[in-house]
């Protein structure tokens, strides 16, 4: 099974910059879905980013154009750029991967990955 470990969570204030990173370990197969999701306090997890094995990408719409996900598939990393964080970007950043399933079925809505991250906490103060 695959595992991950995320980090580079931390404490900003609005408008600051931060750096997510996954570590993954396991098999992935050449078509797989890794993501971003977030846990904002009293909300149920959303997807923030995905991007499958063929580098299709899928954002949430509050954070296209602030955040970036990328992964180094030789350092098998993935990442979350975050910039112009605001308050509400607050919360628990879980990574998320599947090793088989990729394609259309990868997008930010889809919150049935194989496996995920113990998440790390991301504060944002005003």
């Known amino acids: 099974q695959v595992q991950l470990v995320e980090s580079g969570g931390g404490s900003r204030q609005a408008g600051g910059s931060l750096l997510l990173t996954c570590v993954v370990s396991?098999?992935?197969?050449?078509?797989?879905?890794m993501g971003w999701y977030r846990q904002l306090p009293g909300k149920e997890r959303d997807g923030v980013a995905t991007?499958?094995?063929?580098?299709?990408?899928s954002y949430a719409d509050d954070v296209k154009g602030r955040f970036t996900i990328s992964k180094d598939n030789a350092k098998n990393t993935l990442y979350l750029q975050m910039n112009n964080l605001k308050p509400e970007d607050s919360g628990v950043y879980y990574c998320?991967?599947?090793?088989?399933?990729?394609?259309?079925?990868?997008?930010?809505?889809?919150?049935?990955?194989?496996?995920w991250g113990k998440g790390t906490l991301v504060t944002i103060s005003a």
């Open positions: 991007i499958d094995s063929e580098g299709g990408l």
């Open positions: 396991g098999y992935m197969s050449g078509r797989n879905c």
């Open positions: 998320a991967a599947d090793p088989f399933r990729g394609g259309a079925w990868c997008h930010v809505y889809q919150y049935g990955l194989d496996s």
